[in-house]
Every structure is written in structure tokens, then in C-alpha cells.
């Protein structure tokens, strides 16, 4: 292929100075290129590493030429793939490298073999693009660069920045069948900057300004804490800040006070150790609470990194979701919902008569109670009913009740705060139409009737015909009420775990690769909806491998360069042609 792609480029392109050379020396130096862009090696090493190369390879300086032809063939086999494919769009900015917008292509094959992403373009440009300018600059790489059918391109996924979202909305007036996805994580992510710890973000500022960049202050890390490496952060990494925060609520008591106090010593990290250190001394209890809390709902972290992989996250999404916000609504309400926080309270309280207790009991529920009586170093508790029942110190004590203590109701009020913010995103009350995931909530809980193990119990009419609320489905709904006994029957068997994303997402596309053929318009509904992807996480990908390959020693590296090494090493392209 690339062969012919090269004789055709030469035959439309005579003047070429290249194009009188013989086939195998233009495969051969095309070779060169192509390893060295999809290794992430600079092509100016070509100079340092011609002794080791055939003598067809020219200097650095000239075998750039062949850099928009690596170019080229990596479009022309995109578009061989994507041909007459359902396609989501996934596209997100980064200031790296000035600014520069990473656009990836998401579909599932009609043989259901595996979910297909693709890096489409990888586009630096002089000056930050408005929303009207990136509706254009999309528009122009779908349907020109990738020639894909204004029709086929079925749904978007983005962040929820205003840019983002005025570019969404002006592309659906073109591309009528786009379903806008706003990332799940990044809004997950925001759900944690609602929570408001003061203490705690006061010490984490001075945490990351330090102790994340200091190498001295790593090495000192890890030495005290036995081998382990510091949990890393990223800025653009979502739920990064909370992860290097629940590192520490595990330390705190053990570890953070000495290195504290060793990075004092040693005079490292001129101001952070002091401000670190007069807040273990002024604020300890009011810290370790704070990370308490941060412990207590990790499951926000769980959720957002189980969201953000390339499997069918999208069948997944609803029910995650909603778990959270039963969690939500109920947190503070019992101490199972803020265990750790409701662990170092009781903590502090010495047991006594009259104290109260709010005590589980198996099969009967929640019971108030209090101490009545300390009969020889036994407790003797009434509770509400009137029963009484004599225990132990140890087994008071984990009954202790918290919820009226002043940081209790601090903690779960500012938790709750969180989980608000989260719900009013989807109920659209956040008055926000950047931030309005109302439409996504609703396709979320629908897309599951393209889960099997789902559709066998919980698929009805009703859900089918409600279908038509996602976009590119709505005229196939007739057809899916029609075959919808065929799918209900073929699907009553089917069982999976749900926990395990890669696990899930190959079974149930194994299951429809074996049974689509049943239900045609099912099968043909399952390839648009698989296609959708509720993260931009793609994007996020792409500009890791930004930061590795281009850092700060490459600053000055072409357009063209980082584009075409980013688009082979994405992709996952075999390199290597010539005979």
C-alpha cells in the first residue's frame, strides 16, 4: 500500500525532486522516517545515526520531505477505516506546545470485533480558538480531512468548557444526528471542588508546591516511608488532587509529622515546611478530619477512573451515577456513610452515662439509645423501644452516636454540598447551559437497553419507544418495537459481571456479534450506541503522549512532526515497509 501510495504521490507530483529516484530508495527512506516519527525520535538523529542506516537515507534536512507523505498515507488508511462507519467525535485543547487541539474518531465495527478510536488530527494553532472557529476548524478535519459523511457523524464528547460547548452546539446545526456527551469524569471531577475543606486545602497547596516537584523532598519520601514513591499529581489529571490526598489520610498519622519535620532540618523547600508544620500543630485534629472525610467518599475517585476507559463505560455510566447519588442523599445520615470521619470522633469522646449511641441492628434497622447505667465495667444501654441490653466497652463504644457533633454536621453538610452541585448538573437546575447534562442523563439511563444482561428484566415498551430521545436512533424505533420480542428472548440467558470494564465490554460485544444478526435493526442501533463514549479521556491520552515525546527539549519540534508521531504511536500503526 504504502508503494502505491508513494507511485501515485510522485505521478501527480513530477516536479518533485525526489520523484526520479528508484521505488525502493523512496520505500526505503520513507521507512526511516516513519520508525523515527513513531518511536518519538527527533528526525535531526537521522545525522548522528547514519552510519548505522543504508546509504539511501540524506540528511535530516532532506528526509524531512518525507514527513507530509507519512502524513498523508496515515490519512489515507484513516479514511479506508472509517468509510461508511457511525462515528462520536472526541476533541479537547491544551496550552502545551502553545495551543493545540487533539481531535480522535470513536465507532464500533459492524462485526462487532472491538471498539475502534482513532487520532484523527493533533493541531497546534498561533492563537486560542473561539467557539465558532473550532466548530469550523472540526468540521473541516471530519469532513475533509477524514471525509466522513455529515450523517455519520453521531455523537460528540467534550469537557465542559464554554468553548467546548458553543462549538458542540453550532456543529449540530450541520451534523443533525450528533449527541452531545459532556465528559462524565471531568464533571464528576468538579463534584469534589464543591466540597469545601479549608484546612485541608491549605496544607495540599503547600504539599503539591513542594513535595511534588522537590527531588530532594521525593527521595526524603520515600526513604521514610519505606521504598514507597509518592503518589504523583497532575494538574489536567482528574480526581489527582483527592488521590495524593488519600495517600496522606492513610500517612498522616505515621509518616507526615517526621517528614515534615526532616524537610525542616534539612532546609528544604524554603516556606511550604513551616506553613505544613504550623498547620500540624494549630489544626492537626481539624486536618486529619478533613482527610477523614476525603477518605470517606473515595468512591468519587473510584467512579471517575472507572469512566474513563475506551470499553462500553457508556452502558455503564447511569447506574454508577445513580449509586452516587443515593450515597449523596444519604450521607451523614448514619455513621456507615462517613465511617472514618465517624471513627475519630467517637475517638475523642470518653464514655459516660447518658451518652448516646445509634446502634444497627441486623434485619430491624437503626435504634437511638443511651448509657443508662455503668454496672462493673459493663454499659447498659436503652434504646428507644424500651429494650435494654448490657455490652462492653469495645462494643459501646463503636455505637457511639457522632451526628450531632459540630464536625459531623460540618463534614456531611460540605459533602452534600457536592453531591448538590452534582444532581443540578443533571436535573439542569445549575442554570447553566454550558454545564447542562440533562439530555446526557437521560441517554444514559436509555443506552442500557443495549445491555443484554440488562434488556432481559428491565427492557420494556415503554423504554423503546423512549429511544426516539436520542438523536440518530429516533427514526429506527419503529423497527426496534418490531424485533424488540426477538432481542427480549435472545437476551433472557445472558449474564455478566458489571465490575470489570474490559471484562463487561467484551462479553457484551461477543454476545452481539454472535446474536445481532437476529435483530438487524437492534444490532445496527448497539453500533451507534457503542460508538458513544461519555469521557474525553481519549484527548487526555493524546497529551500524555505529548509530554513524553515532546518535552521541554523539543519545544521547537514542526507541526507536522508532533502531529504524525502522535497520530503513529496512538494509532498503534506497524512501521516498516520496504523488501
Request: aromatic fraction near 10%; include cysteine; charge should be negative.
Amino acid at each position: 500500500e504504502v508503494k502505491e501510495f508513494l507511485s501515485e504521490y510522485f505521478k501527480e507530483n513530477p516536479e518533485d525532486e525526489m520523484s526520479s529516484l528508484p521505488p525502493h530508495v523512496l520505500l526505503y527512506r520513507y521507512d526511516v522516517m516513519e520508525t523515527f516519527l513513531a518511536t518519538g525520535l527527533p528526525p535531526s538523529k537521522i545525522d548522528d545515526l547514519k552510519g548505522l542506516l543504508r546509504g539511501d537515507v540524506v540528511s535530516s534536512k532532506h528526509m524531512l520531505d518525507f514527513v507530509p507523505k507519512v502524513e498523508g498515507f496515515e490519512f489515507q488508511r484513516l479514511r479506508e477505516e472509517i468509510k461508511g462507519q457511525k462515528v462520536t467525535v472526541i476533541f479537547d485543547g491544551t496550552t502545551r506546545l502553545g495551543e493545540a487541539i487533539a481531535v480522535l474518531l470513536r465507532w464500533c465495527p459492524s462485526d462487532f470485533s472491538g471498539i475502534q478510536t482513532r487520532l484523527v488530527t493533533m493541531q497546534t494553532a498561533e492563537k486560542h480558538m473561539d467557539g465558532a472557529e473550532l466548530c469550523a476548524f472540526l468540521v473541516e478535519v471530519l469532513t475533509q480531512a477524514c471525509q466522513v459523511r455529515v450523517l455519520d457523524v453521531v455523537g460528540g464528547s467534550r469537557d465542559s468548557c464554554s468553548t467546548n460547548g458553543t462549538a458542540m452546539r453550532n456543529m449540530k446545526v450541520v451534523m443533525i444526528e450528533l449527541l452531545d456527551f459532556l465528559c462524565v469524569s471531568h464533571t464528576l471531577s468538579k463534584l469534589g471542588e464543591h466540597i469545601d475543606l479549608p484546612t485541608l486545602h491549605d496544607f495540599m497547596t503547600h504539599w503539591l508546591g513542594l513535595v511534588q516537584h522537590h527531588p530532594a523532598a521525593k527521595r526524603l519520601w520515600k526513604e521514610q516511608t519505606g521504598g514507597d514513591a509518592m503518589q504523583g499529581y497532575s494538574p489536567i489529571r482528574w480526581c489527582s488532587r483527592e488521590v495524593v490526598q488519600n495517600e496522606l489520610a492513610v500517612k498522616l498519622g505515621t509518616h507526615v509529622s517526621a517528614f515534615v519535620d526532616t524537610l525542616l532540618e534539612r532546609e528544604i523547600g524554603d516556606a511550604h515546611p513551616k506553613k505544613m508544620r504550623n498547620i500540624l500543630d494549630s489544626k492537626f485534629e481539624t486536618l486529619q478530619l478533613e482527610l477523614a472525610l476525603s477518605l470517606d467518599i473515595e468512591r468519587i475517585v473510584k467512579v471517575v477512573h472507572r469512566m474513563e476507559g475506551d470499553g462500553l463505560v457508556i452502558l455503564l455510566a447511569y447506574g454508577e451515577i445513580d449509586a452516587l447519588l443515593t450515597f449523596g442523599d444519604s450521607i451523614g445520615d448514619d455513621p456507615y456513610t462517613m465511617p472514618n470521619v465517624a471513627k475519630l470522633l467517637r475517638d475523642k469522646i470518653k464514655l459516660d452515662k447518658n451518652i448516646k449511641v445509634y446502634e444497627y441492628f441486623e434485619g430491624f434497622g437503626w435504634f437511638d439509645g443511651k448509657i443508662t447505667s455503668m454496672p462493673a465495667g459493663q454499659y447498659r444501654v436503652t434504646y428507644s423501644d424500651g429494650t435494654s441490653v448490657t455490652q462492653s466497652e469495645l462494643e459501646v463504644h463503636q455505637w457511639v452516636d457522632v451526628r450531632g457533633h459540630a464536625e459531623w454536621q460540618r463534614l456531611s453538610t460540605e459533602a452534600k454540598k457536592g453531591f448538590s452541585y452534582l444532581k443540578s448538573r443533571l436535573d439542569g437546575s445549575c442554570n447553566n447551559v454550558n454545564f447542562d447534562c440533562t439530555a446526557m442523563w437521560e441517554a444514559l439511563r436509555l443506552v442500557r437497553a443495549f445491555d443484554p444482561s440488562f434488556a432481559h428484566t428491565n427492557l420494556t415498551d415503554a423504554m423503546a419507544r423512549d429511544l426516539k430521545q436520542i438523536t440518530p436512533l429516533r427514526k429506527m424505533v419503529p423497527q426496534l418495537l418490531q424485533q424488540l420480542p426477538d432481542y427480549i428472548s435472545a437476551a433472557r440467558d445472558f449474564t455478566i459481571d458489571h465490575k470489570d470494564v474490559d471484562v463487561f465490554t467484551k462479553g457484551v460485544l461477543e454476545w452481539w456479534a454472535s446474536n445481532g444478526s437476529k435483530f438487524p435493526a437492534w444490532a445496527e442501533a448497539a453500533r451507534i450506541v457503542f460508538s458513544f463514549t461519555p469521557n474525553s479521556a481519549a484527548a487526555e491520552r493524546v497529551f500524555s503522549l505529548l509530554k513524553i515525546f515532546f518535552g521541554s527539549e523539543r519545544d521547537t519540534a514542526l507541526a507536522d512532526v508532533i502531529q504524525a508521531t502522535l497520530m503513529l504511536r496512538y494509532n498503534k500503526r506497524t512501521v516498516g515497509h520496504a523488501e
